[in-house]
């Protein structure tokens, strides 16, 4: 008998509206789901996804879900608020091209080319993407006249198809799956700042040292 190694995915949830004394602790993160890679794969996310969505419906309804507290019922209303993920996981939960090296579009907030966002880096010098334009695009790749077409659409707007997610009440994948701030901004933006901010003490130790004592 040996031991083997099985890949997972898992998928929480916590409250926001609740006090942020309590929504830090361990016991406010709950367990949705937990599912072996090779059946994300196989199956993609928008399967695993259909029961929390269905949920949501009927939770971000108008008359909400009715929840049985203290002996008598409560309806209560609710909806995503953000989906928080590596940027794989959260392109891929969007439905967008999760590896963005083939894509023309590779942002999930915007629509820039690689060779634009070399060239900017302000939010106002870029075409951001929107609930209206997203689904404009959706609409056009999933009614393309042949697969030519539809791979072709697919790249240029770096989105694969709808994504199960978009259908929860007031849930926008083009707003609600933020940066994923590790791996852009500490293990990306920061590291440069840092290789830079050295390479300029080093080059000028000859004005930040002027005195040894400092």
Known sequence: ???????????????????????????????????KKQYIKEFGLNEILKPLVEDLKELGSETGYPFNIAGGTVYLRGAILAVIADTPASQAIGCFKESVGGAMR???????????????????????????????QVYTIENAGSKYLREYFSKEYGINNRAKISEAPHFDVTKQLPQDIMHIFLEGILSYEMKFLFKYLIDNKHLTLKDPRH
């Not at 409250?15 to 004394?21: G, K, M, Q, S, Y």
């Not at 602790?25 to 599912?35: T, W």
């Not at 915007?110 to 404009?136: A, I, Y």
């Open 106 to 136: 590779k942002c999930r907030h915007c629509m820039t080319t690689w060779e634009k966002m070399q060239e900017h880096f302000t939010e106002e010098e870029f075409v951001l993407r929107s609930s209206d334009l997203h689904e404009k």
């Open 1 to 35: 008998m040996t031991n083997k190694i099985h890949p997972v995915g898992l998928f929480y949830y916590e409250l926001a509206n609740i006090d942020p004394v309590y929504r830090g602790k361990l016991k406010s993160i709950h367990l949705f789901a937990i599912c």
